[in-house]
């Protein structure tokens, strides 16, 4: 499968952004998906996961109540809407996938096979 995340840009604290990542190539249906992020220096961490049926997501404790993850299956697209964006949001994202099986995520990026090209996330103070 690929994919192809977009919806980055810059925006101020507190402002919102909605990243989508739409995929082709694949049963879109039939992976678990997930976004995670890397600042500059830093490693790549999970930031929300939603399971192959949408049933059951996940999210990191520094997003929990502000960030959603989302997905359309009839558009193969996974959303992440971010609301009360901070400073230290400052990322480029990255969307991933992986064939699963009933209602699991995960949150490790060695966990996903398949990833997109990235989009920047800038929050100025």
């Known amino acids: 499968v690929q994919l192809q995340a977009s919806g980055g840009g810059l925006v101020q604290a507190g402002g919102s952004l909605r990243l989508s990542c739409a995929a082709s190539g694949g049963t879109f249906s039939g992976y678990t998906l997930a976004w995670f992020r890397q600042a500059p220096g830093k490693e790549r961490e999970f930031v929300a996961a939603?399971?192959?049926?949408?049933?059951?997501?996940a999210y990191a404790d520094s997003v929990k109540g502000r960030f959603t993850i989302s997905r359309d299956n009839a558009k193969n697209t996974v959303y992440l809407q971010m609301n009360n964006l901070k400073p230290e949001t400052t990322a480029v994202y990255y969307c991933?996938?992986?064939?699963?099986?009933?209602?699991?995520?995960?949150?490790?990026?060695?966990?996903?096979?398949?990833w997109g090209q990235g989009t920047q996330v800038t929050v100025s103070s």
């Open positions: 939603i399971s192959r049926p949408g049933g059951t997501t």
């Open positions: 991933a996938a992986r064939l699963s099986s009933g209602n699991r995520y995960y949150t490790t990026p060695s966990q996903y096979a398949y």
